[in-house]
């Protein structure tokens, strides 16, 4: 664990950082060490349009259609009760109750039809400008990481230019 380096690569795009990643797999390297991540992240929206009537109506369709029919049978059962019984002391109030179930499943999608709010719908995506490809191996895997992407690393910045440099270093404090 001592000799592990961080290896980054930089891409403009999140497509170029999956590709890598996928040509690495398909050289046979471990790819869930590996971690994509990214730079100056932002979000933002659009608006899709308003949340209107039509929305509202389409999204409590299946709600309401079932209410209606539930109480379109609850009254059909007691007005046919109504007629069929001779008993003239239960039908004003069957009357009543066939209204009060009428007006109980109508009057929220009435509500609803004379309301006059609109919220505007927005899509939200977080976005970022740069991505990071991001692994902690040894020193041998990061130099064979490199050759598959393909990535150059100027001669100042390679690691075996930053080994001899430190041994000449450490060679001229010596003597």
Known sequence: MENQQLFVANYKTLQQAEDAVKKLKKSGCDITKFSIIGKDCYTEQNVLGYF???????????????????AGL????????????SLPYFRIP????????????????????FSK???????????????VLVAQET???IEMIRNILEIHIPKENSIA?????MLLESQSFEL
């Not at 009537?53 to 409590?60: A, G, L, N, P, Q």
């Open 117 to 131: 709010e609109k919220n505007i719908k927005y899509k939200t995506e977080v976005k970022a400008r740069k991505y």
């Open 139 to 141: 020193n041998t895997k």
């Open 161 to 165: 230019e930053k080994e001899s440099r």
């Open 52 to 70: 209107n009537i039509y929305d509202k109506m389409e999204k409590w369709s299946t709600t309401g259609l079932f209410a209606i029919g539930l």
């Open 74 to 85: 609850l009254f059909g059962l007691l007005f046919i009760f109504n007629f069929t019984a």
């Open 94 to 113: 069957i009357i009543y109750a066939c209204a009060a179930i009428l007006l109980g499943a109508t009057l929220p999608l009435i509500g609803m039809g």
